[in-house]
C-alpha cells in the first residue's frame, strides 16, 4: 500500500565528506533532527567562512521483505547545495540546486536489514552552481534545511498535478493533467479516477478514465456550470483534485489544491478577478537567526500571516530564490499575492551556470504552478544585466511550462531589454530628496506603456536599527510613505513592493560591519520597528485599528528637544490629543503631503499645532493621551507617559501547543513595559532561560534585552508538558508551559501536492 513518511528524526551529522564512514567515524556522529542547520552563527560579528565547508548527514533505514517488495525513494523538500544520495555506498541522485525538491530512488540499492543512507552536501560557494559567481548580499546556509519524507510505492505512481483553469469569471473550465511515472512494467489496463472537491470539500464531480497502455500523462477537464467561488486577496477559496491510480498490483493516488482566479498585470496596473488591486508588497528572505534556513512548517506559516494579517501587506516576493512550500501553502490559504523568482543576485555565469538556472527554473515551476497565490514567475537573475539569449530561453521555457502566468524579470538599470510580460524595477531613486519614483517609460525607455511593477525600494538607501533614534526613524517612516504614495499615484504602475521585511545575516561586503542588513521594517526576531506601522495603517480599520506615533515622547530624544514633527501612522479618521490641563484638539490625515495614500498619516507639526501646548520650551513636559476616531466612534486610545517607569514584563508565545519531533517551533516574545503598557525604547536587562529537557532554545540560552526587547523561538522534542523559565535581573521570574503532542499517525496520506 503507498504510503510516506516523515523522516526527520534520528539523522548523524559530521563535517566534511565521506559516502562510507566507518563505524568509529559514526560513533562520534552529532545525531540531529530535521530540519537542520549544518552551521548555527551568531546573529552579528561571525566568520561567514565557517558556512563555507562539506557536511554529511547519515541515515540507517530498516528494511523488511515486504518493504523490498515495493519501490522505496526519498523526497527532499529542500537541501543546500550540491546534494548527492547514497545508498550502502552507490549514488542514487544528485540535485546541486539547494532551493527545490528532489527525490532519491533507494530501491535498486536497498537489502534486508540495515542501510546507510549518506547525504553529503557542501555549503561551498561553488561558481558553477546559482546563485553563486559572484558577490552575493545574502548568506545561503548548508544543511537538510527542509522535510525528508520516505514513500512506499508499487510499480508506478502519480508524480504530479497540473491544475489549469480558463474562462474563471464566466464558467470556469478546469484542466487536470497527471504526470505518471512507471518505476516497474504494468500489465493489464490502468483506470484512473479524478475527484474533483469543492471549497468546503464536498465531491462536485468526479470522472472515470481507462488505459489500454501506458501513458506518461494524462488529461481530464471539469466545467463548472454555476456557483464557482473564486479565490481572492478577502476570499481565499480553495478546490481540490485528487487523482487515484490502480492497476493490476498496483495502487496510488495524489491530491492538490488549487484556486480560481483571473490574474493580470495590464498597463492601467494589476487586476485580480478584472478588479484592479495596488499592489503593497514586501520582499521576504527565508532566513531566522542563529539556525539560517532550518525552520519548519510552523515558523513559515507564521511568517505569512504577519505579512498579510499583522502588517497587511497583499503580497510577498521570494527574493531570492523559492521558498518553502509550508509557506506558500499558507499565503494561498491566507489570499497573500506571491511573486516567485529563480535563485541568483546580479551575477550570470557561464553556458552551464545558466543551464542550471533553466533547470531552476523548470523546478520552480512544476513544483508550484498550482498555488494560486502565485501571481508571477521570476525568471531573471536579480539585479542582473541583460542577456538576450539566456533570458529569451528562460521566458519561453515558463511560458510552455505555464501558459496561465505572467513572467517578469527584476532588474535595476534604466533601459533594459524587455522580454518578460511585466517590466519589474527596483527603484531605489529616493536618497537625496528631489524624487520618490521614476516614471515607468523613463525607466523602460520604450515608445508605449508596458506592464510595470516596482520590485524593491528604501532598504540600503536608509538602513536602520529598531535601536535609533527618533528622527532617524521618522526618516525611515517618512520615505516609506513617500514611495508608497508615489506609486499609488501613478496607475501605470501595478504597486510597489517594499525592501524588505526583516533584517539579515550577509557577507563581508555588505551590511553594517556586523555582518547584518539592517534593510527591514522588522528585526530579524521579527519585531516591528515604526515603519512596519507605514504598512499595516494602509488596511481598513475593520481588519485592524492602527494608532502608532512614531515617538518615544522624551524631552530631549530629538535635537534642540523639539518634539515636532508628531508623526502618528494611523487608518483612523481624525486622532484627538489630550494634555492634563484640559486643552484637546484634533487632527486630521495630511492628504496634502500625501494624497494618493489610503491611509495618509496625521503630521502635527508648527503649521497646523497654532498655540496648542504640546510639549515645547515654555510647556510643562507632561503625559499624552492620544484617541483615534472613526465617525464619532473613539476606536482606539494611547497614554504616553511623561516620566517611564519599568512595570511589567510581557512574555508571549505564538503558540503553546507544539507538534513532538516534527521541527515544530514558537517564538516568544519578551518586551519591557511601561506603567502605561508600551515599550520601553531604551531598557535594558539580562535574562537567561531555562527549559525542560523536550524543549530547546534556538541560540544562546543568556540574551540582553536590547531597546526594551528579546525574542527567541523554542523547538519542540518529545511528546509531553515542557516550560520555558525566564530569569530577569529586573523583574520575577516568569514561566510558560507549552503542550507537546504527537500526531495521530505516522504514516500520512500520500500527497505530493
Same mark, same amino acid.
Given at each position: 500500500?503507498?504510503?510516506?513518511?516523515?523522516?526527520?528524526?534520528?539523522?548523524?551529522?559530521?563535517?566534511?565528506h565521506?559516502?562510507?564512514?566507518?563505524?568509529?567515524?559514526?560513533?562520534? *556522529? #552529532?545525531?540531529?533532527?530535521?530540519?537542520?542547520?549544518?552551521?548555527?552563527?551568531?546573529?552579528?560579528?561571525?566568520?561567514?567562512?565557517?558556512?563555507?565547508?562539506?557536511?554529511?548527514?547519515?541515515?540507517?533505514?530498516? +528494511?523488511?521483505?515486504?518493504?523490498?517488495?515495493?519501490?522505496?525513494?526519498?523526497?527532499?523538500?529542500?537541501?543546500?547545495?550540491?546534494?548527492?544520495?547514497?545508498?550502502?555506498?552507490?549514488?542514487?541522485?544528485?540535485?546541486?540546486?539547494?532551493?527545490?525538491?528532489?527525490?532519491?530512488?533507494?530501491? @535498486?540499492?536497498?537489502?534486508?536489514?540495515?542501510?546507510?543512507?549518506?547525504?553529503?552536501?557542501? &555549503?561551498?560557494?561553488?561558481?558553477?552552481?546559482?546563485?553563486?559567481?559572484?558577490?552575493?548580499?545574502?548568506?545561503?546556509?548548508?544543511?537538510?534545511?527542509?522535510?525528508?519524507?520516505?514513500?512506499?510505492?508499487?510499480?508506478? !505512481?502519480?508524480?504530479?498535478?497540473?491544475?489549469?483553469?480558463?474562462?474563471?469569471?464566466?464558467?470556469?473550465?478546469?484542466?487536470?493533467?497527471?504526470?505518471?511515472?512507471?518505476?516497474?512494467?504494468?500489465?493489464?489496463?490502468?483506470?484512473?479516477?479524478?475527484?474533483?472537491?469543492?471549497?468546503?470539500a464536498?465531491?462536485?464531480?468526479?470522472?472515470?478514465?481507462?488505459?489500454?497502455?501506458?501513458?506518461?500523462?494524462?488529461? +481530464?477537464?471539469?466545467n463548472?456550470?454555476?456557483?464557482?467561488?473564486?479565490?481572492?486577496?478577502?476570499?481565499?477559496?480553495?478546490?481540490?483534485?485528487?487523482?487515484?491510480?490502480?492497476?493490476?498490483?498496483?495502487?496510488?493516488?495524489?491530491?492538490? !489544491?488549487?484556486?480560481?482566479?483571473e490574474?493580470?498585470? !495590464?498597463?492601467?496596473?494589476?487586476?485580480?478577478?478584472? #478588479?484592479?488591486?495596488?499592489?503593497?508588497?514586501?520582499?521576504?528572505?527565508?532566513?531566522?537567526?542563529?539556525?539560517?534556513?532550518?525552520?519548519?512548517?510552523?515558523?513559515?506559516?507564521?511568517?505569512?500571516?504577519?505579512?498579510?494579517?499583522?502588517?497587511?501587506?497583499?503580497?510577498?516576493?521570494?527574493?531570492?530564490?523559492?521558498?518553502?512550500?509550508?509557506?506558500?501553502?499558507?499565503?494561498?490559504?491566507?489570499?497573500?499575492?506571491?511573486?516567485e523568482?529563480?535563485?541568483? /543576485?546580479?551575477?550570470?555565469?557561464?553556458?552551464?551556470?545558466? #543551464?542550471?538556472?533553466?533547470d531552476?527554473?523548470?523546478?520552480?515551476?512544476?513544483?508550484?504552478?498550482?498555488?494560486?497565490?502565485?501571481?508571477?514567475?521570476?525568471?531573471?537573475?536579480?539585479?542582473?544585466?541583460?542577456?538576450?539569449?539566456?533570458?529569451?530561453?528562460?521566458?519561453?521555457?515558463?511560458?510552455?511550462?505555464? @501558459?496561465?502566468?505572467?513572467?517578469?524579470?527584476?532588474? +535595476?538599470?534604466?533601459?533594459?531589454?524587455?522580454?518578460?510580460?511585466?517590466?519589474?524595477?527596483?527603484?531605489f531613486?529616493?536618497?537625496?530628496?528631489?524624487?520618490?519614483?521614476?516614471?515607468?517609460?523613463n525607466?523602460?525607455?520604450?515608445?508605449?506603456?508596458?506592464?510595470?511593477?516596482?520590485?524593491?525600494?528604501? &532598504?540600503?538607501?536608509?538602513?536602520?536599527?529598531?535601536?535609533?533614534?527618533?528622527?532617524?526613524?521618522?526618516?525611515?517612516?517618512?520615505r516609506?510613505?513617500?514611495?508608497?504614495?508615489?506609486?499609488? *499615484?501613478?496607475?501605470?504602475i501595478?504597486? *510597489?513592493?517594499? /525592501?524588505?521585511?526583516?533584517?539579515?545575516?550577509?557577507?563581508?561586503?555588505?551590511?553594517?560591519?556586523?555582518?547584518?542588513?539592517?534593510?527591514?521594517?522588522?528585526?530579524?526576531?521579527?519585531?516591528?520597528?515604526?515603519?512596519?506601522?507605514?504598512?499595516?495603517?494602509?488596511?481598513?480599520?475593520?481588519?485592524?485599528?492602527?494608532?502608532?506615533? $512614531?515617538?518615544?515622547?522624551?524631552?530631549?530624544?530629538?535635537?534642540?528637544?523639539?518634539?515636532?514633527?508628531? $508623526?502618528i501612522?494611523?487608518? +483612523?479618521?481624525?486622532?484627538?490629543?489630550?494634555?492634563?490641563?484640559?486643552?484637546?484638539?484634533?487632527?486630521?490625515?495630511?492628504?496634502a503631503?500625501?494624497?494618493?495614500?489610503?491611509?495618509?498619516?496625521?503630521?502635527?507639526?508648527? /503649521?497646523?499645532?497654532?498655540?496648542?501646548?504640546?510639549?515645547?520650551?515654555?510647556?510643562? /513636559?507632561?503625559?499624552?493621551?492620544?484617541?483615534g476616531?472613526?465617525?464619532?466612534?473613539?476606536?482606539?486610545?494611547?497614554?504616553?507617559?511623561?516620566?517611564?517607569?519599568?512595570? !511589567?514584563?510581557?512574555?508571549e508565545?505564538?503558540t503553546?501547543?507544539?507538534?513532538?519531533?516534527?521541527?515544530?517551533?514558537?517564538?516568544?516574545?519578551?518586551?519591557?513595559l511601561?506603567?502605561?503598557?508600551?515599550?520601553?525604547?531604551?531598557?535594558?536587562?539580562?535574562?537567561?532561560?531555562?527549559?525542560?529537557?523536550?524543549? #530547546?532554545?534556538?541560540?544562546?540560552?543568556?540574551?540582553?534585552?536590547?531597546? &526594551?526587547?528579546? *525574542?527567541l523561538?523554542?523547538?519542540?522534542?518529545?511528546?509531553?508538558?515542557?516550560?520555558?523559565?525566564?530569569?530577569?535581573?529586573?523583574?520575577?521570574?516568569?514561566?510558560?508551559i507549552?503542550?507537546?503532542?504527537?500526531?495521530?499517525?505516522?504514516?500520512?496520506?500520500?500527497?505530493?501536492?
Open positions: 500500500m503507498p504510503c510516506k513518511t516523515l523522516l526527520n528524526n534520528h539523522w548523524l551529522f559530521l563535517e566534511g565521506a559516502i562510507s564512514p566507518s563505524s568509529s567515524d559514526l560513533s562520534q *556522529a #552529532q545525531q540531529v533532527d530535521l530540519p537542520h542547520n549544518a552551521v548555527d552563527i551568531p546573529l552579528n560579528y561571525f566568520d561567514e567562512t565557517r558556512l563555507h565547508r562539506d557536511f554529511s548527514y547519515y541515515y540507517t533505514l530498516e +528494511c523488511s521483505e515486504a518493504d523490498l517488495s515495493q519501490f522505496m525513494l526519498l523526497h527532499f523538500a529542500g537541501a543546500l547545495s550540491n546534494a548527492k544520495v547514497y545508498v550502502n555506498g552507490q549514488l542514487v541522485a544528485e540535485h546541486s540546486d539547494g532551493y527545490t525538491p528532489f527525490d532519491a530512488l533507494l530501491t @535498486p540499492q536497498l537489502k534486508l536489514g540495515a542501510n546507510l543512507i549518506s547525504v553529503l552536501l557542501s &555549503g561551498v560557494e561553488n561558481p558553477a552552481i546559482p546563485p553563486f559567481g559572484g558577490a552575493i548580499d545574502y548568506l545561503c546556509f548548508p544543511g537538510i534545511y527542509r522535510d525528508v519524507t520516505l514513500h512506499h510505492h508499487d510499480a508506478a !505512481r502519480i508524480k504530479n498535478l497540473k491544475v489549469q483553469s480558463q474562462n474563471v469569471l464566466a464558467q470556469p473550465l478546469i484542466n487536470v493533467d497527471a504526470y505518471l511515472q512507471q518505476f516497474a512494467p504494468i500489465s493489464g489496463p490502468i483506470e484512473l479516477v479524478f475527484d474533483l472537491y469543492d471549497p468546503a464536498e465531491l462536485l464531480a468526479s470522472q472515470h478514465l481507462r488505459l489500454d497502455q501506458w501513458a506518461d500523462s494524462v488529461n +481530464c477537464q471539469f463548472l456550470t454555476e456557483g464557482a467561488l473564486l479565490w481572492d486577496c478577502d476570499n481565499p477559496y480553495l478546490y481540490q483534485i485528487k487523482v487515484s491510480l490502480s492497476a493490476q498490483d498496483c495502487l496510488d493516488s495524489c491530491q492538490s !489544491r488549487f484556486g480560481l482566479r490574474a493580470e498585470f !495590464r498597463t492601467e496596473g494589476f487586476f485580480l478577478n478584472n #478588479q484592479r488591486l495596488e499592489i503593497i508588497g514586501v520582499n521576504r528572505h527565508q532566513s531566522y537567526p542563529y539556525v539560517g534556513y532550518a525552520m519548519g512548517k510552523r515558523a513559515q506559516q507564521l511568517d505569512a500571516e504577519l505579512i498579510k494579517n499583522e502588517q497587511g501587506f497583499n503580497l510577498v516576493r521570494t527574493s531570492h530564490y523559492p521558498q518553502s512550500p509550508d509557506f506558500l501553502d499558507r499565503c494561498d490559504e491566507l489570499g497573500l499575492l506571491v511573486f523568482e529563480i535563485a541568483g /543576485w546580479q551575477h550570470i555565469g557561464d553556458e552551464a551556470w545558466q #543551464q542550471k538556472s533553466l531552476n527554473v523548470r523546478a520552480m515551476i512544476q513544483r508550484d504552478w498550482n498555488h494560486p497565490s502565485i501571481i508571477l514567475w521570476g525568471v531573471r537573475i536579480n539585479e542582473s544585466p541583460d542577456n538576450h539569449e539566456f533570458y529569451a530561453k528562460t521566458n519561453r521555457l515558463a511560458r510552455q511550462l505555464d @501558459p496561465t502566468r505572467q513572467t517578469g524579470g527584476v532588474r +535595476c538599470i534604466q533601459d533594459s531589454e524587455f522580454l518578460e510580460d511585466v517590466y519589474t524595477m527596483n527603484d531613486v529616493l536618497g537625496d530628496g528631489s524624487k520618490n519614483l521614476r516614471s515607468p517609460q525607466v523602460t525607455g520604450l515608445a508605449k506603456p508596458v506592464p510595470y511593477l516596482v520590485t524593491e525600494y528604501a &532598504g540600503h538607501m536608509f538602513p536602520t536599527k529598531r535601536t535609533d533614534c527618533e528622527s532617524w526613524q521618522i526618516e525611515h517612516v517618512m516609506h510613505l513617500k514611495v508608497l504614495d508615489a506609486s499609488h *499615484a501613478n496607475p501605470n501595478s504597486g *510597489a513592493i517594499t /525592501w524588505c521585511l526583516f533584517d539579515y545575516n550577509t557577507h563581508r561586503d555588505f551590511g553594517s560591519g556586523d555582518k547584518v542588513c539592517y534593510h527591514g521594517i522588522n528585526d530579524a526576531f521579527r519585531m516591528p520597528k515604526f515603519a512596519a506601522s507605514v504598512y499595516a495603517s494602509q488596511q481598513p480599520a475593520s481588519k485592524q485599528v492602527v494608532l502608532k506615533p $512614531v515617538t518615544y515622547w522624551t524631552r530631549g530624544e530629538r535635537p534642540e528637544a523639539k518634539p515636532l514633527p508628531l $508623526v501612522l494611523t487608518n +483612523c479618521e481624525r486622532v484627538e490629543i489630550f494634555m492634563p490641563t484640559g486643552e484637546c484638539k484634533s487632527f486630521f490625515a495630511d492628504r503631503m500625501f494624497p494618493n495614500l489610503p491611509n495618509p498619516p496625521v503630521v502635527i507639526d508648527e /503649521w497646523n499645532l497654532g498655540d496648542f501646548p504640546l510639549g515645547d520650551w515654555g510647556y510643562a /513636559w507632561n503625559d499624552l493621551r492620544i484617541r476616531y472613526i465617525g464619532e466612534q473613539m476606536v482606539e486610545e494611547l497614554w504616553l507617559a511623561a516620566s517611564t517607569l519599568p512595570s !511589567r514584563l510581557l512574555v508565545a505564538q503553546q501547543t507544539l507538534l513532538a519531533k516534527q521541527g515544530d517551533v514558537s517564538r516568544v516574545t519578551i518586551q519591557a511601561d506603567q502605561n503598557g508600551l515599550l520601553l525604547p531604551y531598557f535594558k536587562d539580562v535574562l537567561s532561560f531555562e527549559t525542560s529537557a523536550n524543549l #530547546q532554545v534556538l541560540g544562546p540560552k543568556v540574551l540582553s534585552i536590547d531597546g &526594551g526587547v528579546a *525574542a523561538w523554542v523547538r519542540a522534542y518529545d511528546e509531553g508538558e515542557a516550560f520555558l523559565k525566564i530569569h530577569s535581573q529586573t523583574f520575577a521570574e516568569q514561566q510558560l507549552f503542550q507537546i503532542t504527537s500526531e495521530t499517525t505516522e504514516q500520512l496520506e500520500v500527497n505530493h501536492g
